[in-house]
């Protein structure tokens, strides 16, 4: 089973002798109060999840992390831990219930975005004849008012659900969540990326929801200025897009 003595073997020498490197690490990570942060890098990480893959141990090992009381916290998992639990659903061959299953279960460990993208992003299990069922698990997630469970839900629709088939029935599905300036800054966030990816993937269709005004002012202004971060996005465009941002004075949900 992993031990925070055996997670310690890979933390690099700069992580405990450098303050100003740990700092920034830990600041970058924007961990919840009273996290317990080792210091490992994602690559570590996912070395040391495909590891416990191969061992074969890896549901003793989750269930151990589980039965953690609490999760999350000064007295929780730590966050390379539960980092290395995320990575771990996603690199197992189950079934695909058993996964959603595991999934919905891993969710409460989850306070803090690197957390929630690293399952979302390194989610290379979903397949195409799978879609249906798993698009429905994730508007279940979408819906819920807890912030990380609806950003889970979010970052996994932009990773699988934003392709030329799925992406006007996502984008009508969570510009209908309605959401509000006052909602949990993970969601609006988790929301605002998706809708910036979608304007670098099909332009005119997520243009629409910019042009009508179908987000909240927040919501609508981050997913401008991702969107003209980008390098997929024309000059032209960007140029376009500019002219859509709602000033503070401007109607608001």
């Not at 990570?29 to 893959?53: D, F, S, W």
């Not at 007295?75 to 690199?91: A, F, K, P, Q, S």
């Not at 969710?107 to 992003?121: F, K, T």
């Not at 609006?188 to 910019?210: S, V």
């Given at each position: ?128 004849e799978d879609r249906q069922r798993i698009w429905g698990f994730l508007k279940d997630l979408v819906d819920s008012t807890e912030e990380f469970r609806s950003r889970v839900g979010l970052i996994l629709s932009l990773a699988h659900f934003l392709d030329p088939d799925n992406l006007p029935r996502t984008l009508e599905y969570v510009a209908g969540r ?76």
């Open positions: 089973m992993l031990t925070e003595e055996y997670l310690m073997t890979f933390v690099p020498e700069r992580f405990l002798c450098d303050e100003r490197y740990r700092s920034g690490h830990i600041h970058i990570l924007a961990p919840a109060e009273g996290t317990q942060i080792l210091g490992l890098h994602t690559p570590e990480m996912k070395l040391i999840a495909r590891q416990l893959v191969k061992s074969g141990d890896w549901r003793e090992q989750i269930e151990l992390w589980k039965s953690h009381f609490p999760l999350t916290g000064a007295d929780g998992l730590t966050h390379e831990e539960r980092m290395v639990w995320g990575l771990t659903i996603d690199y197992v061959k189950v079934p695909l219930d058993e996964r959603l299953a595991m999934i919905d279960s891993f969710i409460p460990a989850v306070d803090n975005w690197a957390l929630c993208d690293n399952l979302c992003c390194n989610s290379k299990w979903v397949r195409r309605a959401y509000k300036d006052s909602d949990p800054y993970y969601i609006r966030m988790g929301a605002a990326w998706l809708f910036a990816e979608a304007l670098c993937k099909q332009y005119d269709t997520a243009l629409d929801y910019i042009r009508e005004g179908r987000l909240s002012r927040w919501i609508h202004n981050k997913a401008i200025q991702k969107a003209r971060e980008s390098w997929r996005i024309n000059h032209e465009q960007k140029q376009e897009l500019s002219g859509y941002y709602i000033r503070s004075n401007q109607s608001t949900r």
